[in-house]
């Protein structure tokens, strides 16, 4: 079972390098291409999508192993303020970078680009053995 979860967790933090990794290179031509309102959609629109992703992981990883003292309060302050940076982070895509389209696609493809290259690399170890 600690082989398992350990193994979970090397996915799940080559997923946020990858991630990473992916926001820096992507950032490159959208700064050279929208300036400063791309840098801003990109940044916020990646950072909503790194809160959800965690914030998924978060819940799933609760639901497979419940905690034995669940204390409501916690739960309920922890989920307004994920909503109120998730709110803040949309707020600021929205109106300081003006949507600006490839940047915010960009953004949102953060963790799709993560889970990519997490699949290709398993790929490759698994035909290499």
């Known amino acids: 079972m600690a082989e398992t979860s350990d193994a979970t ?27 400063f309102q ?31 003292r669940l204390r409501a309060w916690k739960v309920v302050l922890r989920t307004l303020m994920r909503y109120a940076l998730l709110g803040a982070a949309l707020a600021v895509t929205i109106i300081v970078a003006r949507l600006n389209a490839v940047s915010v696609l960009l953004g949102f493809s953060i963790v799709v680009v993560g889970i990519i290259g997490e699949a290709l690399y398993s790929m490759y170890r698994s035909l290499s053995n």
């Open 9 to 35: 967790a090397d996915v799940l933090r080559r997923i946020r390098w990858i991630s990473a990794g992916a926001y820096v290179v992507l950032l490159i031509p959208v700064v050279i291409k929208s300036g």
């Open 38 to 68: 791309g840098f801003i959609g990109l940044t916020c629109a990646a950072a909503v999508n790194i809160i959800s992703f965690l914030w998924l992981e978060q819940i799933v990883g609760s639901v497979l192993q419940p905690s034995p």
